[in-house]
């Protein structure tokens, strides 16, 4: 019988880690997630430093116990070691390892004992691996985890007890040799329980996989891949980073950094996570938690800091009441050139705070640089308001690429159809005449059920037909056409691709005795359903004359 694969050796601990949670009776409690990505990220972190202390001296790998041997050195060369270690290498020590707190689990204090250790390990590390919130402080790697249990010090011991006999099951060394399409698939399964949408502010989305690729792979062509350098690349409202990390892969994460805000405390530990996982970890400090709208944080001097790249799929509606009046000020004239959403009467839940922030996305796009939006369909063709103001401005400036309609349900979570605005925004003293792509891609993928939720999963062809067609900027019958800027305008700058298709008309020759018949059977039909209409007629009159008033 074959061993189970690597993808499925993390996958069961995944599951471990959760009956652990769900055995101390912390199932969907609103602490788990915290228990389950810190202690994910905890045996990563472990894991990464016995593979890169083994790579800078190989030796090390050949024995029975590395650290025995790591141990083994003279002082001086264990300091060389560490000292030798990438940068992005977390820093810990001996007592700190997996192996060294397994062996010391039969002690009394033993939660306490691995609570403290992480608070040292977050200590040690806050430099590299801390998520700062849009006021400057801090967001360390790591809780107390034990003390989300509740009960005695005993249960607490035996929670962590059972946590350790999970961790030492499997080792990642070989997960750090992945692609990241492992990592997007592991991360997905990891965070599938923790990243819905439970109302909150800004609450979590998880971006599908189809999109995600989609994105990048209009962003950066196939043709380009290995030739962006020193990319700087944004998500204003980045969840746990599903976009950022399609785009960094195209890019090259060795070429690229990675900023975002988001205001979720949630969704900013998971994308920490995402970045670990992606060898991105040099882009943590570029991480904030908070309000980009009210609070945006990445500034050179008083503006906006511009970026290369920029991908986001924001929060559509909420209720922004609370803050909207402190969005209209001096400062913010230029960055919300269209307008802000006014406060309703009623169902405050629906202002739509999306269109806020693609009006950012706008500001903080760099000349010469593009992005890729996730908006509702309806934005491209809303005849006035902020939605038509900043259309206007995409097209007489020339900033829009294209956009590309999807089919309905391919977010599980909302029945909203969406599509996704392509920007490239013409480098200073130039303009981009090329054009518009408009795209219905409306008629593509399958229809599953998932959950009590509809979704429509679309396969790997239908994401490279959408990302040929759009690259190749070709005119596909009923699918796609290429519109120029007049044009768009002259139809109130709608942006829907349907209104451009060219009506065909199909004409038939036919003989004068052919034209005669069709027209004889069509009178024939009206004549049948004329009188099945007045039978109808006569028996609904015959069943009202027969009520009576009892």
């Known amino acids: 019988m074959n061993p189970p694969s690597y993808q499925q050796q993390t996958r069961d601990l995944i599951d471990g880690l959760k009956a652990v949670c769900a055995s101390a009776g912390l199932g969907n409690d609103g602490n788990e997630y915290k228990i389950i990505v810190q202690t994910f990220l905890y045996k990563l972190l472990c894991d990464k430093f016995a593979y890169e202390m083994k790579r800078a001296c190989p030796a090390l790998a050949g024995v029975d116990d590395w650290i025995v041997g790591w141990q083994a050195l003279p002082e001086e060369a264990q300091q060389d070691l560490q000292d030798m270690l990438p940068a992005e290498t977390p820093r810990l020590t001996v007592d700190q390892l997996i192996p060294s707190l397994f062996n010391r689990q039969s002690e009394p204090g033993f939660a306490r004992l691995w609570d403290d250790t992480l608070i040292a390990i977050a200590v040690a590390n806050n430099e590299i691996f801390a998520v700062q919130t849009d006021d400057g402080e801090k967001v360390p790697l790591f809780d107390r ?51 819905k949408d439970n109302g909150g502010k800004y609450a979590e989305y998880y971006t599908p996989h189809a999109v995600a690729t989609i994105m990048a792979d209009i962003l950066v062509p196939e043709d380009q891949r290995g030739t962006v350098k020193n990319a700087a690349c944004y998500d204003p409202a980045s969840g746990s980073g599903t976009l950022l990390m399609a785009l960094a892969h195209a890019i090259g ?54 970026f290369d790249y920029i991908v986001s799929n924001p929060p559509f509606k909420m209720d922004f009441s609370d ?10 004239a230029t960055r919300f050139f269209a307008g802000i959403p006014k406060v309703p009467n009623k169902a405050k839940d629906k ?73 490239d ?23 599953v059920k998932e959950g009590k939720n509809q979704k429509t999963l679309l396969s790997h062809a239908e994401e490279q037909r959408i990302v040929a067609t759009f690259n190749a900027r070709e005119a596909v019958e009923d699918f796609s056409v290429v519109v120029d800027h007049a044009a768009i305008a002259a139809k109130n700058y709608s942006l829907s691709a349907g209104q451009y298709f060219e009506v065909r008309v199909e004409y038939s020759d036919l003989t004068q005795e052919q034209f005669a018949a069709k027209v004889a059977a069509y009178q024939t039909n009206l004549t049948e359903m004329f009188a099945e209409s007045r039978k109808l007629e006569q028996s609904m009159a015959s069943q009202l004359e027969g009520l009576r008033i009892g």
């Open 323 to 332: 803050f909207r009046d402190d969005l209209e000020s001096d400062a913010n």
């Open 253 to 306: 994460e060795d070429h690229c950094s990675i900023w975002s805000q988001d205001i979720s405390q949630k969704s900013s530990s998971l994308l920490r996570l995402n970045l670990v996982l992606n060898k991105l970890v040099h882009s943590i400090p570029h991480i904030t938690q908070g309000n980009t709208i009210l609070h945006p944080v990445h500034k050179v001097g008083k503006s906006l800091r511009q």
């Open 145 to 195: 985890l034990s003390e989300y249990v509740t009960g005695s010090l005993e249960k607490r011991d035996g929670f962590v007890r059972a946590l350790f006999n999970k961790l030492v099951g499997v080792s990642f060394e070989r997960l750090f040799e992945q692609k990241y399409d492992f990592y997007a698939a592991l991360f997905e399964y990891l965070i599938k329980d923790y990243n």
């Open 351 to 423: 202002m739509a705070i999306y269109l806020l922030f693609i009006q950012h996305i706008i500001a903080s796009l760099k000349p010469g640089g593009k992005a890729a939006v996730v908006v509702p369909t309806g934005f491209i063709t809303a005849a006035s308001g902020i939605e038509l103001r900043i259309r206007q401005k995409l097209v007489d400036e020339q900033m829009i690429a294209g956009v590309v309609s999807m089919p309905s349900n391919i977010f599980a979570t909302t029945g909203t159809n969406v599509s996704i605005l392509f920007l």
């Open 425 to 447: 925004r013409p480098a200073l003293d130039t303009t981009n005449r090329d054009g518009v792509v408009l795209i219905d891609a409306s008629a593509l993928g399958e229809k």
